[in-house]
């Protein structure tokens, strides 16, 4: 229940507002792969790359337990 309750308190009305943002969220198996990918790939050192498991989530929507 502890990380839910600040989700819970935004869904209620409980908090005064929230910031219209939209979150990336990812798989840590899939972030993991990716560190092997930049590790083994010839160019890549020095880059910096954006991972994403598809679009963004509202802050809203990603309050909900």
Known sequence: MGRCRGRLRLRSGGL?????????????????AAHVLALTTPGAGGQRFLLSSGPAISLNTSAAC
């Open 16 to 32: 005064p507002g929230y910031p219209d943002v939209h979150i990336p969220f990812i798989d840590v198996r899939d972030v993991a």
